[in-house]
């Protein structure tokens, strides 16, 4: 697969979006039964770490792309500059995951037009913080000015032509933090669960209140025993 899609970027064929289109439909129609997206066609979840042990102060991209509720893609790398605040290295990232977005969206669509489907609408962009959805829309302070060319192109694309849709996560359950930076046992143990399909539950906090339950189930299994 990664042959064929390397191929496909240099020279297109006829084959090559035939045979990601065999693996697109083997995910669709099998299916995977703890899959969150496993009914979308295409999402896209994007993350930063500010300025994460870096010399010269540079933040950490990451970037997960999901094909029917299963990971396709990811993107971990350091941003090419440094950024001034936590919003402008979200909102790099945010611009990566974007045109990943686009060219996915390009490319799934034509597998799916080859197979007889239907083509992939607004794509789904998942991101962490508050700040974004002001930016994206043109609302700019003094402070955010030097954002400007990047919220209008995101401006562009969600409002103007509708190929993505910007749509706000709670941190703990962004996929993508687990390719920005390290995290807790916990935090990584529940979005493990969630990108390889053995996930029980998709909530942070319903994660945690089962994780308190089986820890007092076992302390009074003990103290019975005892």
Same mark, same amino acid.
């Given at each position: ?10 020279? %297109? ?44 102060? !540079?933040?950490?991209?990451? @970037? *997960?792309?999901? +094909?029917?509720?299963? %990971? ?19 909102? *790099? ?14 490319? +799934? ?10 083509? &992939?609408?607004? @794509? =789904? ?14 609302? +700019? ?7 400007? @060319? ?18 706000? &996560? ?20 529940? *979005? ?12 942070? =906090? ?12 076992? !302390? ?7």
């Amino acid at each position: 697969m990664g042959a064929g899609k390397s191929r496909y970027c240099c020279v %297109p064929s006829r084959s090559v979006p035939i045979c990601i289109g065999r693996d697109t439909q083997l995910k669709r129609f099998i299916g995977y039964p703890n899959r969150r997206h496993k009914d979308t066609p295409l999402c896209v979840y994007s993350d930063s770490d500010f300025a994460s042990r870096d010399p010269l102060a !540079r933040s950490v991209t990451g @970037v *997960l792309v999901v +094909l029917y509720g299963s %990971p396709f893609y990811a993107v971990s790398s350091r941003q090419t500059c440094a950024s001034s605040s936590s919003t402008e290295s979200e909102l *790099l990232a945010l611009n990566t995951s974007a045109r990943l977005a686009m060219y996915m969206r390009t490319l +799934l669509s034509t597998c799916l037009k080859v197979m007889g489907q239907p083509r &992939v609408g607004a @794509v =789904e962009i998942f991101y962490d913080n508050s700040s974004l959805p002001s930016v994206s829309k043109g609302m +700019l302070t003094k402070r955010t000015r030097h954002l400007h @060319v990047k919220g209008c192109w995101l401006y562009y694309l969600a409002k103007v032509l509708q190929t993505v849709k910007l749509t706000y &996560v709670n941190t703990k359950e962004n996929w993508a933090d687990t390719f920005t930076k390290a995290l807790v046992r916990e935090r990584f143990r529940f *979005l493990r669960y969630i990108i390889l399909g053995s996930a029980s539950c998709f909530s942070w =906090e319903t994660f945690q209140a089962s994780k308190r339950r089986a820890g007092r189930a076992t !302390r009074n299994t003990e103290s019975t025993t005892g």
